[in-house]
Structure formats: structure tokens, C-alpha cells
């Protein structure tokens, strides 16, 4: 089952740390010369920063945090605008302890073989 609620504070997280090492990223290209290695320098930098942002300032554990540095890298932003209607809001995600599921979205194993 796909769990709906770890993706969305996930990508809130990462849209954070997007901000940061974009920034970071920006002040530091002029290091390479050729822009081909800018791609791979912005990935280790995404994921590593990915795996210090989450291990200092949340609970979740190392293999995660390796997700949040490859959203922050795909773009957190453009993913979370991407499921807007599928995921409820930052404010209703903090506030809310349960899920609400449509019945036609569950489904029926009884009886299957």
C-alpha cells in the first residue's frame, strides 16, 4: 500500500532543502568548467545534504533520507504540484492524525483466489 502521508512530509522536506542547495549550488558552479559534470556535482550534493538535513533535523531513518536528497534533486516542487489535488495541504497533513479513503478507491480481496 503506498503510503501517501510519508511521500507528502517527505516532499515537504524536500522542497526545503531544495531551496538551500539550489542556492548552494549556484555560488559554487563556477568550480567546473565544463557544465557536464554540473548534473552529477548538483545529485552528490542533493543527496548528501539530503541525508545531513533529515539525520539532524528529523527522525527518519538513513535509507529515506536518501529519497528526500533524490526529490530535492528531481524537483520536490514540480512533484508536489504534480499530486496537488491527490495530497492534502502542508496544514492539513500537520493538523490531520488519520487518512480518508473514497470506498470505490478501496479494494475487495475477500472471496479472490
Known amino acids: 500500500m503506498l503510503k501517501i502521508e ?3 512530509q517527505l516532499l515537504v522536506i524536500a522542497i526545503a532543502l531544495s531551496t538551500i542547495t539550489c542556492a548552494f549550488i549556484q555560488k ?3 568550480i567546473f568548467k565544463k557544465s557536464k559534470y554540473l548534473c552529477l556535482y548538483s545529485l552528490v550534493i542533493n543527496i548528501g545534504c539530503g541525508i545531513l538535513f533529515c539525520m539532524k533535523f528529523t527522525n ?3 535509507p529515506t533520507s536518501i529519497w528526500v536528497g533524490l526529490f530535492s534533486f528531481l524537483g520536490a516542487d514540480t512533484i508536489f504540484k ?3 489535488g491527490k495530497l492534502a495541504s502542508y496544514k ?3 493538523k490531520s492524525d ?4 473514497k470506498k470505490e478507491n478501496i479494494i475487495n480481496t475477500e472471496g479472490e483466489n
Open 82 to 84: 504534480t499530486l496537488e
Open 92 to 94: 492539513d497533513l500537520v
Open 28 to 30: 559554487t558552479k563556477k
Open 6 to 8: 510519508l511521500l507528502q
Open 60 to 62: 527518519i531513518s538513513f
Open 98 to 101: 488519520t487518512v480518508c479513503i
